[in-house]
């Protein structure tokens, strides 16, 4: 069965430079959601998309943006990064179209360095 | 805001033994329950969910989990150990109308043979 596609699976990007994440839905899946990982931490919920709208903000920096395109694709842009930004980040994806339960199926994650 | 608990960041347990991973959540609204695992270098695979049916939920290798809304508790056990189930385990937790999924601080299971 098809999943969640993250590309890059890895990126390394200097102090204050720019990075983009990508993220492809399971297919027919019109949700998605963005999580921050750090090293040896729990996943923490960034930002999440509807339909094409933002649905849901956590804790997400304002340095940080994100949209979901009509393809429902995701991207997260990263601006000036910090050495704090490195992280595992995931995408996830679910369907509201299959029922109540909002079920989240993850990619396998970009790891993001940041010297 | 709900939030769930596991105790024990490291776990052993032997080859063959009861794996035991437990979960207590807080919420002000019903709650659906989820365990996730997370193998070395990859992204959380879903083992299985709680959504207000079944209060004994089975899920993918073995593993099943109870709800007990009196407890407010959500462990997740496995009768036999493998050497294949060293891995993080989180618990999360979210409810209808807020999908974001909030996660415990993970297990860090390992295998002793």
């Known amino acids: 069965a098809a999943g969640v596609i993250q590309s890059p699976r890895h990126l390394i990007k200097e102090k204050r430079e720019t990075a983009t994440l990508k993220c492809y839905p399971i297919p027919r899946h019109d949700t998605v959601y963005w999580y921050q990982q750090g090293p040896g931490q729990d996943p923490q919920f960034l930002i999440s998309?509807?339909?094409?709208?933002?649905?849901d903000k956590g804790s997400i920096p304002d340095r940080f943006s994100a949209q979901q395109f009509s393809d429902y694709h995701s991207e997260l842009n990263m601006s000036s990064l910090e050495l704090g930004d490195s992280a595992l980040y995931f995408c996830a994806s679910s369907s509201r179209l299959a029922g109540v339960v909002d079920t989240q199926y993850f990619g396998p994650g970009t790891r993001l360095t940041v010297l | 805001a709900q939030s769930v608990t596991q105790l024990g960041s490291h776990v052993s347990v032997s080859e063959g033994a009861l794996v035991l991973l437990r979960c207590n959540y807080s919420s002000s609204v019903p709650p659906y329950l989820f365990w996730y695992v997370q193998y070395p270098n990859q992204g959380l695979q879903l083992l299985l969910k709680?959504?207000?049916?079944?209060?004994l939920v089975k899920g993918i290798n073995g593993f099943e989990a109870e709800f007990k809304k009196s407890e407010t508790s959500f462990h997740l056990t496995k009768p036999s150990a493998h050497m294949s189930d060293a891995a993080e385990y989180f618990c999360?937790?979210?409810?209808?109308?807020?999908?974001?999924?909030?996660f415990g601080k993970g297990n860090q299971v390992v295998v002793i043979p």
């Open positions: 999360a937790v979210s409810h209808y109308g807020n999908n974001r999924l909030a």
């Open positions: 709680y959504t207000s049916a079944a209060t």
């Open positions: 998309f509807y339909e094409k709208m933002q649905s």
